[in-house]
């Protein structure tokens, strides 16, 4: 091997490790279940919102603290007279004097003042309510992100199952139709032989023609739901995207206590939103009642003054101050114990408002219950059929090939086979559908 041989082939060598390594890096990702949720946990806009809204709440606690500490402000006001105004004299003033003026000005032309100014509450009902209530709302609205994750999650799970399914489905017809295409092979060889007759290889064509296009039509069903669950994840388009789990550990089966305990109504967020919208509305009643009280504020100011008709010989004016102001409400007519009233009927809208949620609640775990009870048993029946049909279409070919089977009893073999296997995926979706409905009924 001489030196240039030696130089391209290293040179291919390392190529073909660059582009080894090029491809492997745009692999598209695999998604299980769990990775999927995970995902949506971190990109979905909707959970987003709800983490705003909680950021957003902190906000409000600080901005209510701050009205119950001394607001201070400072101030500065110049003015430049062009013309200064003017009092006019009175006669008393002029004494009849011919050469008294017939105005005087008390103005400078110019007019400069500084201040400072505080104001602190002493006692305001309202304020200490409502920094109670703002608190109240941050618990709120953390109640709400688990609300939305637990709907996220509900959501992911609905649109992730459909595609896994598919695709199972797409990889059992692809074997489907490889072994099919075994038997079809075999017969035409036989047919070649003499040994069988054309109608049997059509037979076989027609079942093989007719299984491609349903193949065709289940895996253009994938890409539908893909594109679903990327849209569900917030998950870019025109990314690629592969799902894949392992069917026997996505486990149907649940423990018996679920279907037959007590139903843990403060499992769901909902209530738990309700009891603490009933909590803000009392909350809002005792904002009301303080309307009653007096509030008491008191004032330091301070403030330097300049006037002169130019700025080398004016003078100037220190003032400083303290003040204390009293509000004390008296009578309104009945329109504070009027707002009273109003935020105990909407306190009592609420109550009526979790009242219809907990039956809610009861009729959706019950109905949740009897469904996945009725699905999960159907999913028991259809995996024993699956298995019978594939005994049965074992035996079948077994015959055939011995020469003590009719190509017929193939067809209806193989059909009864591939309607096993349609019903067996269906029962499987309906009932890990079921389940996860029922875990979200039960606050799970």
Partial sequence: MNYLTSQLLLLTVLLSGVFGLHAQSEAPPVFSLNQAVDYAMSNSNTIRNAQVDILDSEQNVKEQFSRGLPQIKGSVDFTRYLLVPQVPLPAAFTMDDPDAPESISFQQNNSFTAGLNARGMLFDGSFFVGLRAARSSGEYFNLQLENTQRTVRSEVTQAYFPTLLLNTNVAILDNNISNLEKLKNEVAAQFEAGFVEQLDVDRLVLSLNNLR?????????????????????????????????????????????????????????????????????????????????????????????????????????????????????????????????????????????????????????????????????????????????????????????????????????????????????????????AKESLFLALGR
Avoid: C, H
């Fill in 213 to 433: 296009s349903q193949r065709e039509q289940i895996a253009q069903q994938a890409e539908n739901a893909l594109r679903a669950l990327k849209f569900t994840l917030n998950y870019p388009m025109d990314e690629p995207l592969r799902v894949e789990d392992d069917l026997d550990k996505l486990e149907t089966e649940i423990d018996v206590a679920i279907l037959t305990s007590d139903i843990p109504y403060q499992a769901r967020p909902e209530i738990r939103l309700l009891d603490k919208t009933i909590e803000l509305q009392g909350l809002n009643e005792e904002l009301q009642k303080a309307a009653y009280l007096p509030t008491v504020y008191a004032t330091v100011a301070a403030q330097y003054q300049y006037q002169g008709d130019n700025f080398k010989d004016g003078f100037w004016a220190p003032t400083a101050l303290v003040g204390l102001q009293a509000s004390i409400p008296i009578y309104d007519f009945g329109g504070r114990s009027a707002r009273v009233e109003r935020a105990k009927l909407a306190t009592q809208k609420v109550i009526n408002q979790r009242n219809d949620v907990q039956r809610g609640i009861q009729l959706e775990v019950l109905n949740a219950r009897a469904t996945f009870t009725a699905n999960n048993d159907r999913l028991g029946v259809t995996k024993e059929n699956l298995a019978l049909a594939q005994r049965i279409y074992d035996t079948t070919q077994i015959k055939y090939r011995e020469g003590v089977g009719s190509s017929v009893e193939i067809v209806q073999a193989e059909q009864a086979l591939y309607e096993s296997q349609a019903n067996f995926l269906n029962a499987l979706y309906e009932t890990l559908v």
